[in-house]
T-cell receptor, first 115, second 114 residues
């Protein structure tokens, strides 16, 4: 019963380094999302995808890139890490919040620190 | 731009006290509404949701929320809290014009003391 799986759970990066946060879901959901959570700021949408091959920007996309080559995977890439990207990152998936009764499911989060 | 406001940033209660957490949103059209809970060190879990019908929605663990359209509100309530309810609570709104993005409030941290 995996649901949404994120790796790594914790990572420390140096300024200017790059890395990819992995996200996989096994529920055959079309929709996938990346959020970041900062203290007192709630969750902000970085990027989302409505299906394989389709991605779109959310509220705070700068400094990030995504790809969606398969239904299951939605990796988030940080190209040049900056201290402002220190945050907790959550991946989520769903059938599409617009459909009545459906909701989105979150992964356990990835704690990223940029020093 | 659409926004979600949670005015209670930090709430401290004793066990058995009643709880009400406020949530207001700014979109004037039809909305879908959600409350999520995040226990310490865990991911977000859905507490309850409103799509249509009865504006009083019951969720898991004894929580309920009431959608008041005229007030643009979706307040979360629980008549008697437990220590295990200590968590952060997030209200989220999906404006119906926008297909699949949730807009989250800033969250309310609830601490319940025995």
């Amino acid at each position: 019963n995996a649901g949404v799986t994120q790796t790594p759970k914790f990572r420390i990066l140096k300024i200017g380094q790059s890395m990819t946060l992995q996200c996989a879901q096994d529920m055959n959901h079309n929709y996938m999302y990346w959020y970041r959570q900062d203290p007192g700021m709630g969750l902000k949408l970085i990027y989302y995808s409505v299906g394989a091959g389709i991605t779109d920007k959310g509220e705070v996309p700068n400094g990030y890139n995504v790809s969606r080559s398969t239904t299951e995977d939605f990796p988030l890439r940080l190209e040049l890490a900056a201290p402002s990207q220190t945050s907790v990152y959550f991946c989520a998936s769903g059938q599409g919040v617009g459909r009545s009764g459906n909701t989105i499911y979150f992964g356990e989060g990835s704690w990223l620190t940029v020093v | 731009a659409q926004s979600v406001s949670q005015h209670n940033h930090h709430v401290i209660l004793s066990e058995a006290a009643s709880l009400e957490l406020g949530c207001n949103y700014s979109y004037g059209g039809t909305v879908n509404l959600f409350w999520y809970v995040q226990y310490p060190g865990q991911h977000l879990q859905l507490l309850l949701k409103y799509f249509s019908g009865d504006p009083l929605v019951k969720g898991i663990k004894g929580f309920e929320a009431e959608f008041i359209k005229s007030k643009f509100s979706f307040n979360l309530r629980k008549p008697s809290v437990q220590w295990s309810d200590t968590a952060e609570y997030f209200c989220a709104v999906k404006p119906n014009y926008n297909t699949d993005k949730l807009i989250f409030g800033t969250g309310t941290r609830l601490q319940v003391f025995p």
